[in-house]
């Protein structure tokens, strides 16, 4: 009779586990789905501030790398903003002026964005890559979080300008 018991309570517990293992799965993919959704609007700001910085100041190669950042389709993305960057890392940017403030804060938005975005994106292919998850199928359904990788969109402050 205990060896009954004993066996319901051990189908019990791997169940519980299973069921936690797949809903642990499930909130990490969830959460990396809203970082990447977070990531793309952080983007679509730093190019959006950077089109109206070139139109008031810098002209054509920013504005057209920022228009090119905001209607890249998702293959091309990556490219197009790291190409931004690199335009606006020519840029000397005046944290006074606020059309250059806008920038340099939508991009400071833009790296941590994209930390949290990189952070999630290892925990959740982690989670999924386990032997458990990828027996039972766990994370079927869904497509395999991707990393967006871009140089670091952090732009520097000229030295001369002290914070207080």
Do not use: K
Not at 59 to 70: F, K, P, S
Not at 98 to 117: F, G, N
Request: aromatic share 6%; net charge positive.
């Amino acid at each position: 009779m205990w060896w009954v018991v004993g066996t319901v309570l051990v189908v019990g517990l791997v169940a519980a586990y299973l069921i936690w293992t797949a809903g642990r799965v499930q909130r990490l993919q969830t959460r990396a789905e809203s970082a990447a959704r977070a990531l793309d609007a952080h983007l679509l700001r730093r190019a959006a501030a950077a089109a109206v910085l070139a139109e008031r100041r810098y002209g054509v190669e920013l504005y057209a790398a920022a228009r090119i950042a905001l209607d890249a389709v998702p293959e091309e993305r990556e490219a197009a903003e790291n190409d931004l960057t690199r335009q606006l890392r020519t840029v000397p940017l005046d944290p006074d002026d606020p059309a250059c403030e806008a920038v340099i804060a939508a991009s400071r938005r833009l790296a941590l964005a994209r930390q949290v975005h990189t952070d999630l994106v290892r925990d959740a292919r982690t989670a999924r890559g386990r032997p458990l998850v990828r027996l039972f199928r766990m994370g079927r359904g869904r497509e395999w979080p991707r990393y967006f990788d871009i140089d670091d969109p952090t732009l520097a402050v000229p030295a001369d300008v002290t914070t207080g």
